[in-house]
Structure formats: C-alpha cells, structure tokens
C-alpha cells in the first residue's frame, strides 16, 4: 500500500482555540491540509507550530465547495454519532481520505452526512459528541497507528 495523505477539518466550528488544537495534531501526524467548512480560521495560541505556514489551509464556503474541491479518489469522512457509521476501532482507513468533524454543539447536519462516502463513530461509554478537536485527534492516531501495524506486517511477511 502506498503511503497515501489524509487531511482533517470541521464543519462550522463552535471555537476557534478547538480548531487550533485539531490543526496542531493534524501537522505533528503529517496532514496534507487542514481545512474549516463555514468558518474562517484565526491564528489561536493551541496552535504553536503555526500550521497555516507549515501545510495548506484551507476554508470552503460550504459541503459544496468542499466535495467540489475533494483531491481525486480521496473519500469525504464523516466522523459523527449516527446508527450507520463503522465504529472507529473496525475502520480500516483508505490510503488518500478526508475526515470531516462536526461542532461539538450541532454535529453534522443530515445534509452533509449524506454526502459523506464513510461515517466513522468514535464508541465511547457514554453517547454524546466529543469535543471536536479530541475527536480529531484520536482519528489521525488511529489511522498513524494502523498505518504502522501494515507497514511492520509487510516487512515481517
């Protein structure tokens, strides 16, 4: 499997210093890009390796732009609390994705679910939405960590 890219945003973001976390874990696990949907990012003081000047960043105005903008054969995925979506630890991650999270106070709406290619849910023991920028970050470490255990199993075989 060839090592791929992956790039992480939010749709309509609730805060600003969320977003900056997210942004930060997206350049230390090596994102192509990181995007808002909605919202304009501002430089926020969680986001101390200054991302926007280490990798694109990008703001599309909304779920049309984006799909219109998606880089070829990358699937839009939406992690999201929803009865359809793979449970994060089944997920087996496309070599090329883009992860879409939503608000911590609104999701992502029915509309924009919709469009996604995959859902992937984040199980936890109680079944509300996690903070977005926790959210996103267990996703980029869940496909860092998977990544990892194909590249040994193909060096071991």
Do not use: W
């Amino acid at each position: 499997m060839s090592r791929g890219f992956f790039a992480v945003g939010a749709y309509h973001p609730k805060t600003e210093v969320n977003i900056g976390t997210l942004l930060r874990t997206a350049y230390l696990y090596d994102a192509a890009f990181v995007f808002t949907v909605g919202a304009r990012y501002k430089q926020q003081a969680s986001d101390t390796p200054k991302t926007a000047r280490q990798m694109p960043l990008f703001h599309f105005a909304d779920i049309d732009d984006l799909i219109e903008h998606l880089p070829h054969a990358a699937p839009l995925v939406g992690v999201e609390l929803d009865p359809r979506a793979t449970p994060l630890h089944e997920y087996k991650h496309h070599s090329q994705a883009v992860y879409l999270m939503g608000a911590e106070d609104h999701g992502l709406p029915q509309n924009v679910i919709d469009r996604c290619h995959d859902l992937v849910v984040l199980d936890s023991l109680q079944p509300q939405s996690m903070n977005v920028s926790v959210a996103g970050s267990i996703v980029i470490y869940d496909r860092h960590v998977k990544s990892l255990a194909r590249s040994l199993a193909a060096v071991t075989s």
